[in-house]
């Protein structure tokens, strides 16, 4: 696990705040931390640009436990916590397809994509990965020993019932949380991707996902 360091500065905006949002890759979190920048300011929006992490912001999709480790146990018990996350099966389908329309060079066909995460001798996370995308859901909001850092884990499929918990928690109104969703509601269900094999191998990718949120296919 990397360092992560946290300047004064933004150590102060998070107390100020009172809140961290931890944001699991592909579960609509870009829209959640555009509203929080508007909010809070720019701290809790997007670090991430084509030329790289801008300069003192906390990367994208930095787990909990390392957000935890830099700004000190106290703090974080100080602070409301939050994150969503996603079923594995769907959230597969859309990694696959945010490479594939938004000029990643990934061509490969999406069950080659998912018979990759078996390629004997490599890491489960690559070829195909992005920025560890491949990661379980569990691995942001965990500690290193599987249990839960983050108050409040929602989840991407009930997502109108759960960011009205965050609004209350917040004080961030729940239609404006609402509105700013961005997704692609056009493609066809995730299942229509899938074939017995594929199925099985996120079962086993993403087993410890699985049951810690109670997901099935």
């Known amino acids: 696990m990397q360092n992560l360091l946290v300047s004064g500065d933004i150590l102060e905006k998070m107390v100020s705040a009172g809140l961290w949002f931890v944001d699991v890759p592909r579960t609509g979190s870009t829209s959640i931390k555009s509203i929080l920048a508007k909010k809070f300011g720019p701290v809790f929006g997007k670090s991430g640009n084509?030329?790289?992490?801008?300069?003192g912001m906390i990367p994208d999709h930095t787990p909990a436990v390392q957000i935890r480790a830099a700004v000190g146990d106290k703090v974080w018990e100080k602070l409301y916590t939050f994150s969503f996350v996603r079923n594995p099966w769907d959230r597969a389908v859309s990694l696959y397809l945010?490479?594939?329309?938004?000029?990643?060079s990934l061509t490969v066909p999406f069950r080659n994509y998912i018979l990759s995460l078996r390629?004997?001798?490599?890491?489960?996370?690559?070829?195909?990965?992005?920025?560890?995308?491949?990661?379980?859901?569990?691995r942001y909001v965990c500690s290193e020993q599987g249990?839960?850092?983050?108050?409040?884990v929602g989840k991407f499929e009930n997502r109108e019932a759960d960011?009205?918990?965050?609004?209350?928690?917040?004080?961030?109104?729940?239609?404006?949380?609402?509105?700013e969703h961005i997704g692609n509601?056009?493609?066809?269900?995730?299942?229509?991707y899938y074939d017995d094999e594929t199925?099985?191998?996120?079962?086993?990718?993403?087993?410890?996902d699985i049951e810690l949120f109670d997901y099935e296919f």
Not at 200 to 207: D, F, G, N, R
């Open 50 to 55: 084509q030329q790289g992490v801008m300069k």
């Open 185 to 192: 509601s056009e493609r066809k269900p995730y299942s229509d």
């Open 98 to 104: 945010y490479r594939t329309q938004n000029n990643h």
């Open 119 to 138: 390629q004997p001798g490599k890491d489960p996370e690559s070829p195909f990965s992005y920025h560890g995308y491949h990661f379980g859901n569990w």
């Open 199 to 208: 199925r099985e191998i996120i079962a086993e990718h993403y087993a410890r």
């Open 147 to 152: 249990q839960q850092i983050v108050d409040f």
């Open 163 to 179: 960011l009205k918990i965050v609004s209350q928690q917040t004080g961030v109104d729940y239609q404006l949380l609402l509105g």
